[in-house]
């Protein structure tokens, strides 16, 4: 299974924005579907965003249509998250993941690989 660590989190105020990363080993990032999660405290865990191997299809969540943007870069081995207009409804834990699927995954439990998750808090 590919390993996977992401980058990028921190603190920042509404209306800011944040990049995550989330490097893979042990794999080549263009052969995995990659979805983006996070998790609030007391809530459950949630699908984000996410994109299929070849990258070009993609897949928002409701709540981030429009301010968030899923990427990879397969020269780098890494997969991306750009959050805009970030909200305070929007902290909290962020986890990539990654299956071996040439579909577009919308569910943790068809992922296999995670990543630690990096902290996102956004102050009002």
């Known amino acids: 299974q590919v390993q996977l660590v992401e980058s990028g989190g921190g603190l920042v105020q509404a209306g800011g924005s944040l990049r995550l990363s989330c490097a893979a080993s042990g794999g080549t990032i263009s052969g995995y579907a990659v979805g983006w999660f996070r998790q609030a405290p007391g809530k459950e865990r949630e699908y984000v965003a996410g994109?299929?191997?070849?990258?070009?299809?993609?897949r928002y969540a409701d709540s981030v249509k429009g301010r968030f943007a899923v990427s990879s870069d397969n020269a780098k081995n890494t997969a991306y998250l750009q959050m805009n207009s970030l909200k305070p409804e929007d902290t909290g834990v962020y986890y990539c993941?990654?299956?071996?699927?040439?579909?577009?995954?919308?569910?943790?439990?068809?992922?296999?690989?995670w990543g630690q998750g990096t902290q996102v808090t956004v102050s009002s």
């Open positions: 994109l299929n191997w070849y990258g070009n299809t993609k």
């Open positions: 993941a990654a299956e071996a699927d040439s579909r577009l995954l919308a569910y943790a439990r068809e992922y296999h690989s």
